[in-house]
């Protein structure tokens, strides 16, 4: 990496809002040169703060190498806005590219529709079956590399989400006691299709920070973050906005246009008869 590239990688990594408005003023071959030069982590970190229009510009314009090393690096929920606006078979060399377990999880969020539980749920939560004891979770948990969250889900042996416990009561319980005795049965779940703006409103967020989310036969396929669906909500608002301001200003100069062709047809027209009968008679 040449000194250029290490400038423009340490101003990406520390002014990534601002790389990202760079980015979106230059034409999107330029644009995909840079994130090609950035690391993977930087690139993603800067590909996700990019407007829909130019994230689909860039993403036509990345290898699938590069693509697989960006979505790698990046958080699930932004990998899957990402990978949406890349053809369906472009998708398929990413997922093949990636570790088994995030290629499956990603192409199973990308099969549900945008703005809908399914699609925002993230799976890369620890889940523990319903029969082992309080001993060998515990021994789980310490050894999980995942995300925990405060809450932890307990699943029945087919993947049906069936109880829930809070990570302290696990951590202080009897070794020997039962998840099955220690959690709390049927908790708030969201459905995979509900929409977003559901979700949003959700009335479990006034107790929860985090939701799980299953799918067909109450599987659990992950959870959501209440901070997730309020900044894609705001950027959802964002987007509207945007538009809106677009067809203002758009039919403000099409109202400006017709108006000024309007008054060059009419500057251009003879005056009346009786106008320039006036017009002699007073010269």
């Excluded at 042996?157 to 998840?179: C, F, I, N, S, W």
């Excluded at 989310?213 to 705001?234: P, S, W």
Aim: charge should be negative.
């Amino acid at each position: 990496m040449g000194p250029d590239e290490r400038l423009a990688s340490a101003f990406a990594e520390t002014h990534p809002v601002d790389a990202a408005r760079v980015l979106e003023r230059v034409d999107p071959r330029d644009a995909a040169a840079v994130l090609t030069a950035l690391p993977p982590r930087v690139a993603g970190e800067v590909l996700r703060l990019l407007g829909p229009a130019a994230i689909a510009g860039c993403t036509a314009e990345l290898t699938d190498h590069v693509l697989t090393g960006i979505a790698a690096e990046l958080p699930i929920d932004a990998a899957v806005t990402t990978l949406r606006s890349v053809p369906r078979e472009r998708q398929e060399a990413v997922f093949a590219g990636l570790p088994d377990a995030l290629g499956g999880a990603l192409r199973r969020l990308l099969s549900y529709a945008p703005d809908t539980a399914g699609a925002l749920a993230d799976p890369r939560v620890l889940a523990l079956p319903d029969d082992i004891t309080v001993g060998e979770a515990q021994k789980q948990v310490r050894a999980s590399d995942r995300r925990l969250a405060y809450y932890l889900y307990v699943v029945a042996r087919d993947q049906r989400l069936v109880g829930v416990l809070d990570v302290t009561t696990l951590m202080a319980a009897r070794p020997k006691e039962t998840l099955l005795n220690l959690m709390h049965r049927d908790p708030v779940r969201l459905e995979a299709h509900v929409s977003l703006a559901t979700v949003a409103v959700h009335p479990a967020w006034r107790d929860f920070d985090v939701l799980p989310v299953v799918g067909t036969n109450d599987t659990l396929l992950g959870v959501i973050r209440h901070k997730v669906v309020r900044q894609t909500e705001a950027s959802r608002q964002r987007a509207r906005s945007d538009s809106m301001v677009a067809t203002v200003v758009g039919l403000s100069e099409l109202y400006w246009a017709g108006l000024s062709g309007m008054l060059t047809s009419l500057s251009a027209r003879p005056a009346p008869q009786d106008q320039r009968e006036e017009t002699r008679d007073v010269t």
